[in-house]
Nanobody, 124 residues
Framework: QVQLVESGGGLVQAGGSLRLTCAASGRTFSRYAMGWFRQAPGKEREFVATISGTGGTTYYVDSVKGRFTISRDNGKNTVYLQMNSLKPEDTAMYYC?????????????????WGQGTQVTVSS
């Protein structure tokens, strides 16, 4: 079992930055690929970024490439999402997720464990 707790969300103006943090329980954190997803009101949950167990491989949805960076610190059982140049369309609840595999895809089905989410609101 992996428990995930997100933090770092908030209200920011367009063009601003936020860093989301996801703290994970467990002693085998490096065996899990980690992902960030988001869900806006009335929309389906969508993939944002994923990172391999060792952190050497990352993938992003096209809409955030060049603006968001996913990273992890296996010594601290933590994964981060640095979000720069935020846009109003980035407004959503952001979720951290863990997949029991070295590298995961953007499919929600890959991920077995989910956090409760942290709200990000970007004002124009």
């Amino acid at each position: 079992q992996v428990q995930l707790v997100e933090s770092g969300g908030g209200l920011v103006q367009a063009g601003g930055s936020l860093r989301l943090t996801c703290a994970a329980s467990g002693r085998t954190f490096s065996r899990y690929a980690m992902g960030w997803f988001r869900q806006a009101p009335g929309k389906e949950r969508e993939f944002v970024a994923t990172i391999s167990g060792t952190g050497g491989t990352t993938y992003y949805v096209d809409s955030v490439k060049g603006r968001f960076t996913i990273s992890r610190d296996n010594g601290k059982n933590t994964v981060y999402l640095q979000m720069n140049s935020l846009k109003p369309e980035d407004t959503a609840m952001y979720y951290c997720a863990a997949a029991p595999t070295y590298m995961a895809t953007g499919s929600i089905r890959d991920y077995d464990f989910w956090g409760q989410g942290t709200q990000v609101t970007v004002s124009s």
